[in-house]
């Protein structure tokens, strides 16, 4: 296998966009490629992905008009659909072809217009995320599922409910502290300043979930140019190396038998960390999918950052923000940033190579960073990838 | 990259079937296991193609699900949608994963329950496949597409439209034939004995297009069990061997100059046949993308089995039945046999590994075939994908 390398990367504004999801896609892509100094007649593949075009805009079968609207030609071009981790899978799958030796540059991106939706159908049809046959017909929601988790983090690890959703308000005030720092967030310039009080007083979506313990729903768009190390050493000094990639599946919550637990998250990271020859430890940043306050305490400890049941606590300790042991969704995170779910996984492979790059916005550069992963959840842990990037082919 | 085989293959009977996609596909995966003499904890990754699950029964994030349903695990399971061809995508990324070495033993298919929509519905939700911006607003369906390539080849040939559409009631004909004797056929039994002037006076579709020149609408599913070529000689003395795959991309049909040569389908079918080292002649048995009569002609060409403007003729002159040089959609295709959408790329693989093997219900064995080619097609041209299937591991 061939080591695999981003040179180029990009994001679209996330928020509400007058724009067709083929046009979000389309916007991203053509500044990835041109900050990688290559051109459209390069690209060999696109690997896009999106979950609900079908309702935003009646379109399935998107990959093709995505690559025509941009002028790739009749190259391949793939839809991956793993709810709001699309994006990650079709890097990663993207990533796969281009170390195989099948093609030696590839796109790979992904395009939601969830805001243009509206919430109370975007929260419909996001429900189609779970198990249709189990879950949505009870009336389960995402907002349902991790007030559940939150009620079950509690129970475990024996923490007062009130007091883990004060410890948790901790995520949603470090990442709007940096979303509102972001130009490209949804809400740049705004709510960079939520105290604990205002998180517990906000307006109640799923008990004990408040309207700032979830992210919103989002229109965007996201992109990379993926490439082998070779031709990468020839474009820039830069290049952010693809080291390992994992992704895991799961049934219905039914069959999970503790989804504070996640078996697919814990598989695929220790599958992505397994191919880089890393550990937790190695991780220098991460972007990590907190769709709401619990999921990002979850998700750091499947990811083996901290043991079960400490995350809260370490967030709520300062241990996850920007100068402590693992900072985390300094982009400001879905919460923070938006999540536009198709385009979501390419996004955060973007803050990441920011990052390695020294290239973040004002106020969001960790000092330094040389590792980073992304994490990327669909559904209620349905799917399930991550993306283990470096600015060294491999760590041994 | 290692060679690929496939130990196993199955489909559900096509038609109205009462089951959940889930259901349709974990059926035809478990008897793909069963057959391959593996057992569910051998396979390693899941490549499942759906189009409309979401419009069928609320359902998206799909790939986990199936997994979990037969027993899977939290193995890498990852949904697929490229329209009509998204089951062949599946196969085609499927077969690479354990090309290249990092999958021993995956599991691709498909599902989909577009006979349970009703066709009023069907005929909306398929319409997505096609541009949403410039192609479903207009009203255009795709048997007004495939009614328009039937009108533009009428004239590029310079035939006239009565007699071209007489010529391709030899397709259905033919396809009816087949579909009549195959027990997993959606018309098993049934209209084994169309006639020319029985085609020509069916209820009208879209003009040129009679209901006889349609594929129906199918519920079904299907699989594949996908493994390196060394593990599958232990497995069988017949392992049908993946020896080229390609795959290709158009945008919406105002780009396309002329959808009767339509360049994703000739750029997707010579990277098949070049990955195999084989030509157009080396094929002895095909099955390809008859949507509709005029389809089967134009896949026929641009897969380079006839030169342009001929293969109505060669069809109506038998060269493409059971006897013919290009003995095509013996299976009944999809006119006769069904068109499950996400499963039909799928189920047409599963189809010319019984040919090869051997194995096809009575009256449908191909004599001796050794290659053999599939041809899917999505949207009006936006996705195409081709396998080429061998009783050897390379001709060359």
Redesign the interface.
Known sequence: ?RDVAIVGSSQTKFGKLPK?N?ELFAEAAIDAINKSGLSQKDIE??FLGT??S??E?????M???G???IG?G??????????CASAT?AVR?AA??V????FDIVLAGGTERAFTMGTPFATR?F???????YE?VTGNTFPGAFAMAARLYAVNYDIPLDKLMEMLASVTIKNHKYGALNPLGQFYGKMGDLTVEKVLSGPRIAEPLGLYDCCPFSDGGSAVVITTAEIARELTDTPVYIVGT???????LF?QKDFTKP??R???AR?ALKMAGLSPSDIDVIELHDCFTPAEAIALEAMGFYDWGTAAKASDDGDTDIDGTYPTNISGGLIGKGHPVGATGAAQVHAICEQLRGEMPQGMQVDGPEIGMTDTL??DF??IAHIVLSLSKRRK
């Not at 009749?74 to 659909?81: D, L, M, V």
């Not at 994992?246 to 219905?252: K, M």
């Open positions: 296998m067709s083929v593949a696109l979950v609900f079908d309702f805009e009646g379109q399935v079968n990959a093709g008009f690559g025509a609207e790739l009749n190259i391949p071009a793939t839809r991956f659909e793993g709810a899978v799958d796969m072809w170390a195989s030796g099948q049809t429900a189609m995320g779970g198990d249709a046959k949505a994992g992704q895991g599946s799961a049934g219905a069959r078996k697919s814990v598989a695929s599958m669909g559904g349905g799917t």
